[in-house]
């Protein structure tokens, strides 16, 4: 019910999009996020968005680097990463949880099956 996809090799500073295609009766309801973990440690949280407002949040870690936003007429969330930096190697999940969104990721209901970023210096 979720598809994440856009993944893969890229340099470090470069920009790439992930995005995660959702069912139409998940995408119409839900908040979305997005989480990562990196080998040998935690999922931790990456982003999220409202559907009610479309508020968006951001990890410490990635914020003024990332955005989420969300395309309703393609049921699609997509997390734009730009100046990528090797700590931001990872596989990145999507989810989906009711509203509010939440960056404790236990409370997502639903998970893409993730995808691979890895960021070469």
């Known amino acids: 019910q979720l598809q994440a996809s856009g993944g893969g090799l890229v340099q470090a500073g470069g920009s790439p999009r992930l995005s995660c295609a959702a069912s139409g009766r998940i995408f119409s309801i839900y908040a979305m996020g997005w989480f990562r973990q990196a080998p040998g440690k935690e999922r931790e949280f990456v982003s999220a968005?409202?559907?009610?407002?479309?508020?968006?949040y951001y990890a410490d870690s990635v914020k003024g680097r990332f955005t989420i936003f969300r395309d309703h007429a393609k049921n699609t969330v997509y997390l734009q990463m730009n100046s990528l930096k090797p700590g931001d190697t990872a596989v990145y999940y999507c989810a989906a949880r009711s509203d509010p969104a939440s960056s404790y990721d236990r409370s997502y209901e639903y998970w893409g099956q993730g995808t691979q970023v890895t960021v070469s210096s």
């Open positions: 968005i409202t559907w009610s407002r479309g508020s968006t």
